[in-house]
């Protein structure tokens, strides 16, 4: 089955300790990005990736982290989590690029930074 | 970077069709227009695509006039289970913007 997966679905954590959110896909597509989404904001793009070793800055990439070593993993890094961080936050992938491309979505990292 | 908008919120009621315009005055060449259907605490999902004039499939339909500054998505019949957040995106190169999106309340 297509999917996009996240680990963990639920994190409680405290300021400052490093926590590494996972994100696969096994449609071998090209294209990951980042969302965190919070109530009246909408969905906010972090960080994406065009392919491996490829990055680049979303519209809101302070304090984040991310890297693409391999095609199906694009984990998101938060070297030294703040309570602003607390957020909602969605991995999603696409062939190519979203702009002609369905995205597909993953469920969902709940995350609580204390 | 062509920037989205549409209305906040709609209610409807079973059975009906119902309209959603998303404005995008600054629309590029190349773009495309996406819509994206998102229930609380799941991410959002794909619904439709379309570059010109009309597009259907199984679930919605979207049209996209000519000069393509606006697009229209028409969900016939709806149902109580099409409540849910919905989004317009419109491409421009690879930083994809959701809008606040227009909230959709189906009532019975």
């Known amino acids: 089955e297509a999917q996009v997966t996240q680990n963990p679905r639920y994190l409680i954590t405290v300021t400052g300790k490093k926590l590494t959110v996972t994100c696969s896909q096994n449609?071998?597509?090209?294209?990951m990005s980042w969302y965190r989404q919070d109530p009246g904001l909408g969905l906010r793009q972090i960080y994406y990736?065009?392919?491996?070793?490829?990055?680049d800055k979303g519209d809101v990439p302070e304090g984040y982290k991310v890297s693409r070593k391999e095609k199906r993993n694009f984990p998101l890094i938060l070297e030294s989590p703040s309570p602003n961080q607390t957020s909602l936050y969605f991995c999603?992938?696409?062939?190519?690029?979203?702009?002609?491309?369905?995205?597909?979505f993953g469920p969902g990292t709940r995350l609580t930074v204390l | 970077l062509a920037k989205t908008t549409q209305p906040i919120s709609m209610d409807s009621y079973e059975g009906q069709e119902v309209n959603i315009t998303c404005s995008h005055n600054?629309?590029?060449?190349?773009?495309?227009i996406t819509w994206y259907q998102q229930f609380p605490s799941q991410g959002p999902r794909f619904i439709i695509q379309?570059?010109?004039t009309k597009v259907t499939n199984e679930v919605a339909s979207l049209f996209i006039p000519a000069d393509r500054k606006s697009s229209t998505l028409s969900l016939p019949r709806v149902s109580l289970s099409d409540t849910a957040v919905y989004y317009c995106?419109?491409?421009?190169?690879?930083?994809?913007?959701f809008g606040a999106g227009t909230r959709l309340t189906v009532k019975p």
């Open positions: 449609m071998n597509h090209e294209y």
């Open positions: 990736s065009m392919n491996v070793e490829v990055t």
């Open positions: 999603a992938s696409s062939l190519f690029g979203p702009d002609s491309d369905t995205q597909y």
């Open positions: 600054n629309i590029a060449t190349n773009d495309y």
């Open positions: 379309g570059y010109k």
């Open positions: 995106l419109v491409g421009d190169g690879n930083d994809m913007r």
